[in-house]
């Protein structure tokens, strides 16, 4: 049976904060990096992360801290990856640690920008890694419900089965239920796209449009999402899978989701820039629409969803015009 060993996270957001909070609960052990050596010392002092689920406490003893990523690729088996996705590279170019040979498992919904891939392919193409090493963490789940240990269900997705059953031991426990999959492309893009219709949902909340209305955006929602997974990854897959429509609709129905929320201000009138700033987080949605139209300018998939989030983000077409056009194409 194939072994994590010792297992680090990467980054120092919420999710970062949740997944660690599961693991270390069930190993006892974890690195972690963050980049900043004032957070880890504030964090040090007060037991909890001082920015992010400031009620999840941890055993300081349990843990340890860096701010230099090469020591943990050095010393970590398993790097589990949990920054936002515009900031991946920057971390990823300070390292001269070779990774080809760890486990990477990635839980980054978006994709690397400029690179135009998701974050498998990334360091598959990138850094060497093979396949059989690399696996992501599927929802549907918000980090600040696993703050509270609500029941939550994860997918873990990797090419090599007994790795990703391997991992689902790590995570799972009273209030965490695992599986495994073997579509690692799939849930990722399928994770960039429902950050996308979440901020589609909370554009069309903040014009007033009601329940009725968003149970058939998320349904052509799922329908688009499916077209373009075929698409770009054809393998037998079943969408009513918690890891695919269950992620869609948790994130564009939960008051938890920044991309609704996001989506929200910019139905209300909110200038993108203004909605950032006021948010204080990192909508990933934002990011993921461009790098989507973008794909998808090569992949040729009938996407109006798509199309009119990055019409109303990226071309400033009034949310109101937009999604009155939008809605004439449903049936």
């Known amino acids: 049976m194939f072994d994590c060993g010792k297992i680090a996270i990467i980054g120092g957001g919420s999710w970062a904060t949740a997944i660690a909070k599961i693991i270390v609960n069930n190993t006892h052990h974890i690195g972690w990096y963050m980049r900043r050596d004032d957070r880890i010392n504030d964090f040090k002092r007060l037991e909890h992360n001082p920015a992010y689920l400031t009620s999840v406490h941890f055993d300081i003893n349990e843990i340890y801290f860096t701010s230099d990523i090469n020591d943990i690729v050095k010393n970590y088996d398993t790097l589990v990856l949990v920054t936002p996705s515009p900031y991946l590279k920057n971390h990823l170019r300070k390292l001269r640690v070779p990774i080809r040979d760890k486990f990477i498992v990635t839980a980054i919904k978006g994709i690397v920008p400029d690179e135009n891939l998701v974050c498998s392919e990334y360091f598959h193409e990138v850094f060497d890694v093979p396949y059989d090493n690399l ?37 799972k426990g009273r209030y965490i239920k695992t599986k495994t999959s ?150």
Request: with cysteine.
């Open 135 to 171: 696996a992501c963490i599927g929802g549907p789940s918000h980090a600040e419900e696993v703050a509270l240990e609500r029941l939550s269900y994860l997918t873990v997705a990797c090419s090599d089965k007994e790795k990703a059953e391997s991992f689902t031991n790590v995570l």
């Open 182 to 331: 073997s579509d690692v492309i799939g849930i990722e893009y399928g994770s960039v796209l429902k950050n996308v219709y979440a901020i589609a949902a909370g554009i069309c909340a903040g014009l007033k449009y009601g329940d009725n209305f968003q149970a058939v955006l998320m349904s052509n929602s799922l329908q688009e999402m499916s077209r373009f997974l075929t698409c770009v990854h054809p393998t037998q897959r079943k969408m009513e899978d918690s890891a695919y429509i269950g992620d869609l609709l948790v994130t564009g129905y939960s008051n938890f989701s920044r991309n609704r929320t996001f989506g929200t201000m910019i139905g209300k009138g909110y200038s993108v820039k203004s909605a950032q700033m006021e948010m204080e987080m990192v909508a990933e949605g934002y990011y993921g629409t461009k790098c989507m139209k973008e794909i998808n300018r090569h992949m040729h998939v009938n996407m109006p969803i798509l199309d009119a989030v990055y019409n109303i983000l990226y071309e400033r077409i009034t949310p109101q015009v937009e999604i009155k056009l939008l809605t004439d194409s449903f049936r």
